[in-house]
């Protein structure tokens, strides 16, 4: 599958214009077939501390990740990345936490994972604090959209963008920030 | 805090002001203070708006020192809302400046006979009770500017609106905050309706003369404090999360879970969340000039609260706290901050609980008073309770209570008290505390997320199914404890991860008090406020079968997982078994 590539790069200061999109989610292409940690630290190059350490709550799907070596990542899954969380059902979310008992029935059960991997897209979101940590990677990463979303996005940095091949129904929006 | 003040409203030659010694009731504070006292006094088959019932305002243990985060402020009674023993707190600058004077609890007995209405001003030389017509219906706002020109605006105000003098079931005490905004509310099961039914319209706090409380070992309390502090700050959720999002970080992992109560319990995820969510306000409120990191009270490390302007950058409210954002928000299906933001002012100005107020406002659009998404309904209804009308009146006494005038059957209370923003289908765990706390349905009745630390009921393994029922006995023990030191729940995540914090805690409470606590003093606390309230409960007509959530939650499964409330009786009925 090949799309239409357009690329960005902006002021560090413009990130936050993507935080609503990354809250309710991108499209992200992606090897699946994997385990979400292959996903974080293999195919983000998410460093494995930060992933043991910062991101602390997780969803597949809505339901909440204990173990991330065998949580199956499919084409279509919905990936939901957090930092800490207050309040008690704060602490209950929290991957692998003392509270997690208080979320039975909704908890991701543990996959069987092959090994074999596909190309395919995955949707992220990111929530708080990891949306200014993580969103630069993500969005480097590389996005889907379609064309009204792009045309949609590209109204906040009119003149920022260069197209690098023909137009298509869908295209690769990748994002880099000046330092 | 070596004394006791109790104020006689009905005395037959008016108010009367005695002070005491502590008595049986020295070294206690906040919610130990408040249910112990009720539990010994009041009598459980008392009318709660009646001349036999009593409200007890009591500090914290650490309040009135060098502390932080010790400002919270517990204030009890039977509560006019459930019928239960209640205890409520808050934020805001009256439990530092009530602690200074030396007072461990200020208790409103009695009921006056005519209508006067009556003010309190307690200061360094003593307590006057001073009639004040004047201020007769007057909402919180209006009310505490009128106060300021008398008092001034270095005293703490606790104030009630027109809903408690018009002792509606919802009306919440209100607390001053540093900027002397009445933001800062003990909400829950009506606590400002019995202040109202006492006629008792606002208490002046006056600590001019005063020091803060010395501790018996300075040194080590100092010492513990900066150790405590360092804790909170480099902890994610007191140091990064909170600060920059407040407690609505929550609204997209709530409904990200499924379990985020939407149109009155109806699914478990709100279409409109990301425009209510935490990181969408806290942005909205920085371009316009507000702030999203704000304290409610002096020495508060954690600053999870903010300052909600309007789009010409105009203040409208401090900022929204989760459940509020959730039930104004995607419990009515409104996905509109400025909406919120307004209810949420109204609710201060009025001085209802905004728990109670929105679930409420949410079973009325289930009635078909309103569609739900309805905005400008929203804010009409609450208008009534504004106006006082007879549908006001109605909405004011709660959820339960308007339920039952529509005839609506999804009414999501326990004990007549509105469920908080999570769904017990969903999370089943925190329907247990639902179910059992001696509070009804209230979330921080379980909250003290510390129990793994403190041991309570010794280790659980939290993947077990029985583990869910000794978690939320557990917690229910903890939050107690931690109620009665007037420290701020919020503590508890850094004293759930950092052991050292928690070592903090303790040497703060040791030093303070010239006395060397452990981890297994702090759960005898706890367990022994709880004994008292369940006893109290008992004596109120309360039984197992009163521990219950309304049978939708097991008959109804909620989207996207499907799922009914699975808690057996049996297991529930096990919760205090200790």
Sequence with gaps: ?179 | MDKIARIDMGAPEGPKVTVGSLGEYAGLGGRAMTSLVVAAEVHPLAHALGAENKLVISPGMLSGTTGSMTGRLSVGCKSPLTGTIKESNAGGQAAQVLARLGYAAVILEGKPVGDDLYKIVIDKDGIQVIVDNSLKLMDNYPLVARLRQEYGDKVAYMTIGSAGERKLLAASIACTDPELRPTRHCGRGGVGAVMGAKRVKAIIINDAGTKMRPPKDPDAYRDANRKFVEGLRKHPVTGEGLPAYGTNVLTNVLNEAGGYPTNNFKTGQFSGSADLSGETQAALEIARGGSATHGCHRGCVIQCSGIYNDKDGNYVTKQPEYETVWSHGGHCGISNLDTVAKLDYMDDNIGVDTIEMGVTIGVAMEAGLAEFGDDAAAIRLLEEVEKGTPLGRVLGCGAAVTGKVFGVERVPVVKDQALPAYDPRAVQGIGVTYATTTQGADHTAGYAIATNILKVGGDVDPLKTEGQIELSRNLQIATAAIDSTGMCLFIAFAIMDQPETFQALLDMLGSFHGISMTGDDVVALGKKVLSAERDFNTRAGFTKHHDRLPRFFYNEPIAPHNQVFMMKDEELDDVFNW
């Excluded at chain 1, 909704?106 to 992220?124: F, P, Q, T």
């Excluded at chain 1, 630069?136 to 590389?142: D, E, K, T």
């Excluded at chain 1, 129904?169 to 330092?179: H, P, Q, W």
């Design chain 1, 1 to 179: 599958m090949t799309l239409e590539t357009v690329a960005l790069h902006l002021a560090a200061g413009q990130l936050n214009t993507f935080f609503p999109l990354l809250q309710q989610g991108v499209v992200v292409p992606a090897t699946v077939g994997c385990s979400l940690k292959s996903l974080l630290c293999d195919q983000f190059a998410i460093p494995a501390e930060y992933v043991a350490n910062r991101i602390t709550t997780v969803f597949v799907d809505n339901r909440p990740v204990d173990d991330l070596d065998r949580t199956l990542v499919q084409d279509g899954s919905r990936v939901t990345l957090s930092g800490a969380m207050p309040g008690l059902v704060g602490a209950t979310m929290r991957r692998g936490g003392f509270y997690a008992a208080l979320r039975q029935g909704i908890s991701h059960a543990a996959d069987h994972i092959e090994g074999v991997g596909e190309r395919g897209c995955i949707r992220v979101k990111l929530f708080n604090l990891l949306l200014g940590e993580l969103g630069p990677l993500i969005l480097a990463h590389g996005q889907i959209l379609d064309q009204d979303e792009l045309t949609a996005l590209l109204r906040h940095f009119p003149g920022q963008y260069k197209k690098t091949s023909a137009d298509t129904g869908r295209v690769l929006l990748t994002v880099s920030f000046m330092e």
